[in-house]
């Protein structure tokens, strides 16, 4: 299988400085619905839920690791791109099945945040996922960013 990059993936600038205290790293495959777009991703599974529009109505767990973990494996052709407000976040998702499987996320534009849901044999309910206030994203970030 080759390598291919989404036109979303290619603005991305790759960063190591994601790695989790003592989570252990997994190598791990997932897809949209329809199994046309298909990734593999090593990351741990310290996962992010966020309450704003778009992520409440995607229902996305976010899984966020530099580009250079992250590699699509099959179906750039069969992804499209949504954006809106300030138009940093690029919601990628399968044209043919609708499902949004990773994007690049406007929290961390130099990453790529997979959707955990979309993972393989992915038990949701094993997940512990950290709230991100995303109704109220300005000070949700600016409270991230400063570590409190």
Known sequence: MTKEKHPALEATIGRADDV???????????????????????????????NCSICIKKGILHLIV?????????GKDDLTTYEFNTKTAKHTFCKHCGIHPFYVPRSDPGKIDVNARCLDDIDVAELAPTPFDGKNWEAAAEQRASGR
């Open 20 to 50: 989790k205290g003592d989570h252990a790293m997994l190598t791990m495959e997932g897809g949209c619905h329809c199994g046309r777009v298909r990734f593999r991703v090593t990351a741990d599974l310290a996962v992010i839920d966020c």
């Open 66 to 74: 530099p580009p250079e973990r992250f590699e699509l494996i099959s």
